[in-house]
């Protein structure tokens, strides 16, 4: 099993930054994906950024030039740097991993408990 730890969500206002970070643990052969969602109240969960083995990466349109997605594979963790928030930003952001625990096993996903992250003046 993997289970990952979500930090660096909080109050911040318009234009500001925030660094979310996301730390995997557990039972761990290879990670190949991680990724941040989020979901704002009465929306659905959408992918923001993702950051595959070899470290291609893609953003939401929304996002795009605004954040940047990282990992440190020594670590097994992700960051996602978010610069120039707006109101709209506001939500619940969520870590996704795609890991195997075992040699041979199968690739399952895993999600983290979820931060806030709240943009207003």
């Known amino acids: 099993q993997v289970q990952l730890v979500e930090s660096g969500g909080g109050l911040v206002q318009p234009g500001g930054s925030l660094r979310l970070s996301c730390a995997a643990s557990?039972?761990?052969?290879?990670?190949?994906?991680m990724a941040w969602h989020r979901q704002a109240p009465g929306k659905q969960r959408n992918m923001v950024a993702r950051?595959?083995?070899?470290?291609?990466?893609n953003y939401a349109d929304s996002v795009q030039g605004r954040f940047t997605i990282s990992r440190d594979n020594a670590k097994n963790t992700a960051y996602l740097q978010m610069d120039s928030l707006q109101p709209e930003d506001t939500a619940v952001y969520y870590c996704?991993?795609?890991?195997?625990?075992?040699?041979?096993?199968?690739?399952?996903?895993?999600w983290g408990q979820g931060t806030q992250v709240t943009v207003s003046s």
């Open positions: 996704k991993v795609l890991a195997r625990s075992r040699n041979g096993g199968p690739v399952s996903e895993y």
């Open positions: 950051i595959a083995s070899g470290d291609p990466t």
């Open positions: 557990g039972t761990i052969f290879s990670i190949y994906a």
